[in-house]
């Protein structure tokens, strides 16, 4: 019966061979799927590899102030406008 010093000496050895032996298949898998990219002439969006950003695209909020010499809106997040910098926000509130 092997030692326990062969067996963990063994085990190692394993390791390595183990971790050459997936890159190998690693290399082979990865030049067949370019091989294959190249020959269907396959784009990375029809693989789910957008460069776009893919989420949630927001829509603007609705104006909630108006000023009634421009016509001008303002939703009431962010900075304020100049227009309604230091006077009552609520005569210029929109109550459509």
């Not at 067949?32 to 909020?61: C, H, M, N, W």
């Not at 303002?74 to 304020?80: F, L, M, T, V």
Request: net charge positive.
């Amino acid at each position: 019966m092997a030692t326990y010093k062969q067996l963990t000496a063994q085990l190692e050895k394993l390791h390595k061979e183990v971790a050459v032996a997936r890159e190998k298949e690693i290399e082979l898998a990865i030049a067949d799927i370019k091989q294959k990219i190249v020959e269907y002439g396959i784009t990375a969006e029809e693989l789910g590899f957008s460069s776009k950003r893919a989420g949630a695209k927001k829509t603007p909020l609705p104006a909630k102030y108006r000023n009634p010499k421009t016509g001008e809106t303002w939703s009431g997040r962010g900075r304020s406008p100049g227009w309604l910098a230091g006077k009552n926000r609520e005569r210029f509130l929109i109550t459509d």
